[in-house]
């Protein structure tokens, strides 16, 4: 009776997400190079949890269908990382919902207060200089449903503002543009993809509130298959959560997949991000577009071709005329 009476009053007074709390990643694998999830010390391995009472893996379920995945630490009440694929962006504009835990994370057997497993929407009430940062960032999406369910507190970790709004930005800006130019399905022609891990250093002793961590660093890597080079490459970037107040123009420099992993090894614990298949990188250069491959062109000059067959005789007499 006790879990039933909690569930209601975290049904009526939290919107949610219905996502699923996991033993394994297999159960998402798809969002994965090569269906492998990370190998992270003491914490992930063989898409498992090293410890499943603090580490949780979750498959983000949205509508029906997985979005994303996420490991997520319930102490610190951030996510290690989230993991997705990247398709293009088929929308325009940000979703308007409100935001969202994961119910799975708070049934207990006990009554006690929402939100004990994870941070609540409240927790970020009043913070002049911190915002709701994004690791799978809503923009990266492919589709409405799926822009909707990165709004998951699951997802989020507290950001310096001008950090979030400034060099963190500009670099998933610039990382979205050389995905679009250069990532491609292996055996397709014109698709895009790219499997994407973005991730959140948690710092030493520095709670929001006393409960959420407020991330040293941010970090994120993608891996896909470059339509130029005809090989599988890697770009990497990290970056540490302070104010830019006064650092406006700050960059953020792409590195080497080993570069980052050298990084995390130092300053949290030894990770293995991707396979081997991965490990070059990837220089891409986007300020001005590509030209369109030759899959492309043969793509699009189909579809002409197709539009024109489908003209009702009617019309091919006014053309002709």
């Keep these: 009776m006790q879990l039933f009476f909690f569930t209601v009053l975290l049904?009526?007074?939290?919107?949610?997400?219905?996502?699923?709390?996991?033993?394994?990643?297999?159960?998402?694998?798809?969002?994965?190079?090569?269906?492998?999830?990370?190998?992270?010390?003491?914490?992930?391995?063989?898409?498992?949890?090293?410890?499943?009472?603090?580490?949780?893996?979750?498959?983000?379920?949205?509508?029906?269908?997985?979005?994303?995945?996420?490991?997520?630490?319930?102490?610190?009440?951030?996510?290690?990382?989230?993991?997705?694929?990247?398709?293009?962006?088929?929308?325009?504009?940000?979703?308007?919902?409100?935001?969202?835990?994961?119910?799975?994370?708070?049934?207990?057997?006990?009554?006690?207060?929402?939100?004990?497993?994870?941070?609540?929407?409240?927790?970020?009430?009043?913070?002049?200089?911190?915002?709701?940062?994004?690791?799978?960032?809503?923009?990266?999406?492919?589709?409405?449903?799926?822009?909707?369910?990165?709004?998951?507190?699951?997802?989020?970790?507290?950001?310096?503002?001008?950090?979030?709004?400034?060099?963190?930005?500009?670099?998933?800006?610039?990382?979205?543009?050389?995905?679009d130019s250069h990532c491609r399905v292996e055996k397709g022609r014109s698709k895009i993809l790219a499997y994407v891990l973005t991730g959140a250093v948690p710092s030493q002793n520095n709670p929001m509130k006393g409960k959420v961590n407020i991330p040293s660093h941010m970090w994120t890597a993608f891996c896909c298959y470059n339509r130029k080079s005809k090989k599988w490459e890697s770009q990497a970037h990290w970056a540490e959560n302070i104010d830019e107040s006064n650092d406006k123009g700050k960059t953020i420099s792409k590195k080497s997949l080993k570069d980052l992993q050298d990084f995390l090894k130092i300053n949290y614990t030894e990770t293995i991000l991707f396979k081997d298949q991965c490990s070059e990188m990837l220089n891409a250069h986007v300020s001005q577009p590509l030209e369109p491959d030759s899959d492309e062109q043969y793509d699009e000059e189909q579809s002409l071709l197709a539009f024109l067959i489908s003209l009702p005789a009617k019309v091919w007499v006014t053309i002709l005329a």
């Excluded at 090569?34 to 893996?57: A, F, G, M, Q, W």
Aim: proline share 6%; net charge positive.
């Design 11 to 179: 049904v009526l007074g939290f919107p949610f997400i219905m996502t699923e709390v996991v033993d394994s990643f297999k159960q998402c694998s798809g969002f994965f190079f090569k269906e492998e999830p990370p190998k992270i010390n003491d914490i992930l391995e063989r898409s498992v949890s090293l410890d499943d009472n603090r580490y949780k893996l979750i498959c983000q379920k949205y509508n029906g269908k997985n979005r994303y995945a996420t490991l997520y630490d319930t102490k610190n009440k951030i996510p290690v990382f989230s993991a997705y694929t990247y398709n293009g962006r088929k929308i325009s504009g940000r979703p308007k919902i409100p935001w969202m835990i994961e119910p799975q994370l708070e049934l207990t057997d006990e009554m006690h207060k929402p939100c004990v497993s994870q941070a609540c929407t409240q927790d970020y009430f009043n913070q002049l200089n911190l915002c709701r940062g994004h690791l799978f960032p809503q923009f990266h999406a492919a589709d409405e449903d799926t822009a909707k369910s990165t709004f998951t507190l699951t997802n989020i970790v507290p950001q310096i503002k001008t950090f979030n709004s400034r060099s963190w930005n500009r670099m998933e800006e610039n990382v979205k543009k050389v995905m």
